[in-house]
């Protein structure tokens, strides 16, 4: 597909399908989820889910999976029943309209990060985003860090828009890693003037093979700061409740690990009151992030091997 005038709302965008007439929006914020980059637990994805079923999600947009996607590295499922295929499920990237608890209008995209590409993908994001009148992009993403579960799951943010970095008072950091499309967005979005952050929720490290919800709902309640999008926490609230008991309880039959815990537990408190003091000084340097060897490889291996249902 090719592009069209871009003044015809509807006319076609190079590499996307689009369900439709594009909706009315009153300056939507775009929400963006992408599958395969830095995800710790899945807390981003969760907290999207979350965000997915308040909303009654509409169609708006898909993209052509034959262009930005490796069926090798995903490969599409296959559904066998007694023996008979009932058909594939193929990987996807979609957009999708609705509004949130009090009636914001805002779209979200979701689905796989792209594979290849990348540059073609964010001019297809930003044409659409510049002809529904986008008036914000907020990315979620979460990474692990040496933190203790019996602390608030803290949020950093990126963005290359000013105004937001002096608006918002998360914590911020210092340091060169890999980008992900959700960074790429952030910036071309930003450079055609579309305001545009992602919010990052710490994970403690020693959480393996298992989701985190207090970092999910830690997200969710960081859009009010940023967006002024609200959305119901409430399952996630109760979820991390009792993985917090499950854990203390863990934690609590080994003095050790107690020990460990207690000892993040003094970083954190540390972190926090330096943040406090010097707003901006960056809460993390290169420096400052702990090798394989320091991270808490006793307290991991327990809780890997932990039954969480025990009594």
């Not at 510049?130 to 979460?142: D, Q, T």
């Not at 009792?242 to 972190?271: C, F, T, W």
Request: hydrophobic share 40%; glycine share 6%; aromatic share 6%.
């Amino acid at each position: 597909m090719t592009s069209n005038m871009p003044g015809d709302m509807n006319s076609e965008i190079r590499d996307v399908e689009l369900h439709g007439e594009l909706p009315s929006l009153n300056s939507p914020i775009l929400i963006v989820m992408l599958q395969g980059w830095i995800d710790a637990a899945g807390s981003a994805n969760d907290a999207m889910s979350a965000i997915e079923s308040q909303i009654d999600p509409l169609p708006v947009a898909t993209f052509d999976p034959d262009v930005f996607i490796d069926y090798r590295a995903r490969r599409p499922t296959m559904e066998i029943r007694e023996g008979r295929n009932n058909g594939i499920d193929w990987p996807s990237i979609g957009m999708y309209a609705g509004k949130d608890n009090n009636g914001r209008d805002l779209l979200i995209l979701r689905g796989h990060e792209p594979d290849s590409a990348w540059n073609r993908f964010s001019a297809a994001v930003r044409e659409l985003c510049v002809r529904m009148n986008v008036s914000m992009m907020v990315g979620l993403g979460a990474y692990p860090f040496p933190t203790p579960h019996t602390r608030p799951s803290n949020l950093s943010c990126t963005t290359p828009t000013t105004e937001l970095l002096n608006k918002i008072a998360f914590l911020r950091s210092t340091v060169d890693v890999p980008a992900g499309m959700t960074a790429v967005l952030e910036q071309v979005l930003h450079d055609c003037g579309i305001p545009s952050i992602s919010v990052w929720a710490q994970v403690p490290q020693y959480i393996p093979g298992m989701t985190y919800p207090a970092a999910s709902l830690a997200i969710l309640r960081g859009l009010v700061p940023v967006a002024d999008l609200h959305f119901d926490g409430t399952a996630l609230e109760q979820e991390s409740v009792i993985q917090r008991e499950r854990l203390d309880r863990m934690v609590s039959r080994n003095s050790e690990h107690a020990e460990m815990v207690g000892k993040l537990e003094v970083a954190y408190d540390a972190l926090i009151q330096n943040a406090s003091t010097d707003p901006q000084k960056p809460l993390m340097t290169e420096q400052d992030i702990p090798s394989p060897e320091e991270m808490t490889a006793e307290l991991e291996a327990f809780l890997r091997n932990a039954n969480p249902d025990l009594p």
